[in-house]
Every structure is written in structure tokens, then in C-alpha cells.
């Protein structure tokens, strides 16, 4: 799961197509503007890992977007792009034909070929590792036609596939990107920096406009001050993430500008295979949590008024989103009836998982919740541990956020289906039904309908409880010129010189 998509991408893949065919061709081009010495870009987290088939990590999946390609991509406004597929055909009898684009090289000098699309298609869905098995797991076969022609066959129809597929990094056949990554994109992996850092460097093979940068560093700095205050000492060039104690600064100085946009992250709390005797396997007990959170509280007080309530898993502009359903009021009177109805009339104590830079919800948080009987225990982590500590399964409740990649809320339903994933541990017969129904159906109207039909189901057993949906802040050097990307990603072939083209 990974972020914000405008409204002519909420249909299904079937126009995407047309988009598809309409841009293969595409043509390399070259950059006439002048080459720099060094981009740095900051972020809150460092790198999770260098195999993008292996996370679903944001910042992991931002970083890596420099190095590695899928087949398609989507732009900064969430239309589907050709990137190492120019085209693509749809014959009789099922199957996708996707046609590669000629003269790409991997960073080792590799010529691309049919054949790394299979393998690397091939990793990423049945992997013992791979985070994307789920969302290929309707993909029948992958096959080489040629060496520049490769179909895939899925086993039911999948209105989604070109989404999907935007989410697949081509890498060479055999290799291990974690211990050695190698892409296609217009930047190189050089090296980790302290803190899991990365510094790239400029592909000079890739296949389309040139580099604008001999080097990107991209700077992990967990602690919010210290990110700003180095963006104000020059050090820093881009900030990917402005706390919102900091952004006052960047406002002020003469030398920043500071890019907001609303975020399409759903910040939430998870569970995770509960237990038959845990008390969050009871959905009154979940409602009562959610019911007991005062969100607007918390973002007047915490985020100073950068993000708004969520009452569902993903944002308005999220195909599937259904905008009939009501805010999330706090009702404490509720919450203590449903607690002593489940069983817990004198109270629980409920352990929270939380990354340390949101530390300071818990305050806000934990005397809500107490009003009416659940004593919060929070453990603060560093991200890159409580993410371990989530995919694995040792969270059972925990603080984070979630997104779409790919502008469908299907990324993040088809998660809770009995036969998948099943985050938190969580049956639904009725859910996998509307599950099983959207994934086979093309038609876009019927196709939304049964998505908000799951996601209604959904806020009435509360499997995730969702907060709010905070607004990106970053903030940017003057003189450079940069359009912040509705999915969250900082690319550096997008950040320019102003005035340049």
C-alpha cells in the first residue's frame, strides 16, 4: 500500500489502456539543461531495504523509484505512463502482450530483455518474500514471446493489471537487488549513508532525458528539527517531510518555499492476528476505541490543522471511496456501553506500537481513551523497526499509515480477504464475496459500487480504525522548480532549475 490520485484516474483500468497506447510513443529525449553537481533530498526515514519487490515501505518505495522501472509507471497526476514497455496489445483469447521498449539498459550494462520482465515478474508474485503477492496473485503465466515481447495470462479477468503492473520493478534475470540493485531508471545505486541513507548517481545509458544531477544524496534525518534546520543551513536542498512545529520557519525564510498538498495517506491504528481471547478480536471493543478518539482534538492540538478526519480506509479521491459514509463523531457514552457490553465494563489495557517522530499523539491520545476505561501503554520505536515488527506479525495493535499505490482502494480491501493476507486475522465471508465480485468485474459504475459496498462493511466491523488524513508539507530551496507528485513519490528527475525546461 503506498498515495493521492486526482478524479479522472478513479476508473477502472479499461480507459487506462487507451492512456497507455496513447503515450507509447513516447520517444528518449535529452535534457539541454545544464548538469549539477549534487541534489540532496531529505526524509524522515532511511531505507528499509534495496529490493523493491520485498516492501511496501513509502519512503523505501520513493527512493527506489530513482533506480528501478516497472513495465508502466504513472506521472506526477496519476495517468499511466510507458516506461519500459512502449505499447501494449490485447489478443483473442485472454493474455496481455506487452511490447518492450528497444535499446534499454540495466545499470550494469545489461541489454533488457523479455526475459528479465519474466523473472522479475515471476519474484514479485510467488517470492516466499515478496509484499506483492496478493496483488498478483491473479496472474496465471508470465511468458518471453521474443526478446522484446512478453505476454501475461491471468487466471480471472483483472480489471486492475496496469495499475498493478506500475508496481513492478524490472531487475536482471538471477539477481539478488538486495544485495546488489540494479534498474533501468536515470539513477544509479552508489552506496549507503549513515543512518540508511542512499547517494545515486547518473545513469548515462538511460533511455530517456538525461540526468540534471551527477549525484543524488538521499539524507535519512529521523529528528523534524534537525531535518528543517538543515534545509535552513543550506545543507539539505529538499525536505521530503515539514513537521508541523517547523513549517512556520520555512514560511519566513527568504530562502525556502514550502509546497503543501493534501496527503492521501489514511494515518490509522492496525491489529494484527489477535487471539480469540484478545480483546481487539471483539469488534465492540474496536468501535469503542474508535468512538472514544477525538480526531479533531488531536489535529488542532498535534497538527495545528494540517489534516482532516477520516471515516474510512482511503481518500476521497481513491476509486472505491464511498462519500456516503458519515464522519466518525466521538461519543464517549457509546464507547463505555459497548466496552461493558463486550465484557470490559471496568476497563482493558490496550499496548500501542508508535513510530518515535508521532510521540506526540500519545499524550492527546491516551487521556482520551482513559475517559472511558482503556489505559493506553504505548511503546515508541524507530520506523524502520516497527515496520519489522508489523510485517512480522509481533504488533499486534499499532500507529501508521496507509495508501494506495495505485489510485484503487482494492490495494487496500483485497488485504482483508480470508484467503489473502488477512491483516489483523481478520473473516469476513460477506467481505471476501464483494471481494471476489470487484476483482472480476471491468464495468467501472458496477465495479465502485461494490467497492463502497466493502468499504461500508468495513467501518461497521472496524478491522483498522482510521484517524485522519494528513496534509504533505515539503520545503524547497529557491531557484529550484518542483511540482509535488499526488503519489507521494520525490523524483529527481522532476526537481529542475526555475526557469529551465
Not at 506500537?353 to 487521556?367: G, K, N, W, Y
Request: net charge neutral; with cysteine; hydrophobic share 40%.
Amino acid at each position: 500500500m503506498a498515495t493521492a490520485r486526482p478524479a479522472n484516474l478513479r476508473r477502472a483500468a479499461l480507459p487506462l489502456l487507451a492512456a497507455l497506447c496513447a503515450a507509447a510513443g513516447l520517444a528518449p529525449g535529452c535534457s539541454r539543461a545544464t548538469v549539477r553537481d549534487r541534489l540532496v533530498i531529505a526524509y524522515e526515514d532511511g531505507v528499509i531495504s534495496l529490493d523493491p519487490h520485498r516492501q511496501d515501505e513509502s519512503v523505501t518505495i520513493s527512493v527506489l523509484a530513482n533506480i528501478y522501472e516497472g513495465l508502466v509507471g504513472f506521472d506526477a497526476d496519476m495517468r499511466i505512463v510507458p516506461l519500459v514497455a512502449q505499447g501494449y496489445t490485447n489478443p483473442a483469447g485472454g493474455g496481455w502482450r506487452f511490447h518492450l521498449r528497444p535499446g534499454v539498459t540495466f545499470h550494469n550494462g545489461e541489454r533488457l530483455s523479455a526475459g528479465d520482465v519474466v523473472y522479475s515478474m515471476e519474484r514479485a508474485r510467488s517470492g516466499p518474500a515478496s509484499a506483492m503477492r496478493g496483488l498478483l496473485a491473479a496472474v496465471d503465466r508470465v511468458t518471453a514471446l521474443d526478446s522484446l515481447t512478453v505476454e501475461i495470462t491471468t487466471s480471472r479477468p483483472l480489471p486492475t493489471l496496469i495499475n498493478v503492473l506500475s508496481q513492478v520493478a524490472i531487475v536482471p534475470q538471477g539477481s539478488d537487488p538486495d544485495r546488489q540493485a540494479v534498474g533501468t531508471g536515470p539513477y544509479r545505486f552508489v552506496r549507503y549513508l549513515p543512518g540508511r541513507g542512499v547517494e545515486l548517481a547518473a545513469n548515462g545509458r538511460y533511455w530517456g532525458p538525461a540526468a540534471r544531477y551527477r549525484t543524488v544524496e538521499f539524507r535519512s534525518i529521523a529528528d523534524g528539527a534537525e531535518r528543517t534546520a538543515a534545509l535552513l543551513r543550506g545543507d539539505v536542498d529538499l525536505s521530503a517531510s515539514i513537521d508541523e512545529g517547523q513549517r512556520e520557519q520555512i514560511g519566513r525564510h527568504p530562502g525556502l518555499k514550502m509546497l503543501v498538498i493534501p496527503g492521501t495517506s489514511v494515518s490509522i491504528i492496525g491489529f494484527a492476528a489477535p487471539g480469540p481471547t484478545d480483546p481487539l478480536a471483539d469488534a465492540r471493543v474496536r468501535r469503542a476505541l474508535s468512538l472514544a478518539i477525538d480526531r479533531a482534538a488531536i489535529i488542532d492540538n498535534v497538527y495545528h490543522g494540517y489534516a482532516q478526519p477520516a471515516n474510512q480506509l482511503v481518500h476521497p479521491t481513491i476509486f472505491g471511496f464511498a462519500p456516503g459514509l458519515p464522519p466518525i463523531a466521538r461519543d464517549t457514552a457509546a464507547a463505555a456501553r459497548l466496552l461493558r457490553a463486550a465484557g470490559y465494563g471496568r476497563g482493558l489495557t490496550l499496548r500501542l506500537d508508535v513510530a518515535r517522530e508521532l510521540r506526540s499523539e500519545i499524550a492527546p491520545l491516551s487521556a482520551q481513551l482513559r475517559e472511558v476505561g482503556i489505559r493506553l501503554v504505548a511503546d515508541t520505536l524507530d520506523w524502520s523497526d516497527l515496520y519489522h515488527r508489523i510485517e512480522s506479525g509481533t504488533s499486534t495493535c499499532y500507529r501508521m499509515g496507509i495508501s494506495c499505490s495505485f489510485g484503487d482502494a482494492s490495494e487496500i480491501i483485497n488485504d482483508l480477504h480470508s484467503g489473502r493476507r488477512a491483516a489483523g486475522g481478520y473473516r469476513n465471508p460477506s467481505l471476501d464475496r464483494l471481494i471476489d465480485d470487484a476483482d472480476r468485474e471491468f464495468d467501472a459504475a458496477r465495479r465502485q459500487a461494490v467497492l463502497q459496498r466493502a468499504m461500508t462493511l468495513l467501518m461497521e466491523d472496524l478491522p483498522v480504525v482510521p484517524l485522519y488524513l494528513r496534509d504533505d508539507c515539503y520545503g524547497i530551496r529557491r531557484g529550484l522548480a518542483w511540482q509535488p507528485r499526488a503519489d507521494g513519490l520525490v523524483l529527481a528527475k522532476e526537481i529542475r532549475p526555475e526557469g529551465s525546461r
